[in-house]
Nanobody, 124 residues
Framework: QVQLVESGGGLVQAGGSLRLSCAAS????????MGWFRQPPGKEREFVAA????????YYSDSVKGRFTISRDNAKNTVSLQMNSLKLEDTAVYYC?????????????????WGQGTQVTVSS
């Protein structure tokens, strides 16, 4: 089992920045890829970013590429999402997820464990 707890969400003006963090406990953190997903109001959950178990490879959705950066610290069992140049359409509940393998994926089914989510609201 893996427990994931997100933090760092909040209200920010368009153009601003936020940093989300996810603390993991349970299984050996460095054995599996991690991802961030989000669910905008009234919409389905969507992929945001992922990082391989070693941290050497990252992958982003087109909508956040160049603005968001995913990183991980395997010594501290944490994964982070630095969000810059935030837009109104980035408003969503953001979820941290742990995959079942070392290799990242951009679909929900590849992730076995999920955090409770943290709200990010971008205002004009």
């Amino acid at each position: 089992q893996v427990q994931l707890v997100e933090s760092g969400g909040g209200l920010v003006q368009a153009g601003g920045s936020l940093r989300l963090s996810c603390a993991a406990s349970g299984r050996t953190f460095s054995n599996y890829a991690m991802g961030w997903f989000r669910q905008p109001p009234g919409k389905e959950r969507e992929f945001v970013a992922a990082i391989r178990s070693s941290g050497g490879t990252t992958y982003y959705s087109d909508s956040v590429k160049g603005r968001f950066t995913i990183s991980r610290d395997n010594a501290k069992n944490t994964v982070s999402l630095q969000m810059n140049s935030l837009k109104l359409e980035d408003t969503a509940v953001y979820y941290c997820a742990a995959a079942q393998s070392p290799y990242y994926a951009d679909y929900s089914a590849a992730y076995a464990y999920w955090g409770q989510g943290t709200q990010v609201t971008v205002s004009s």
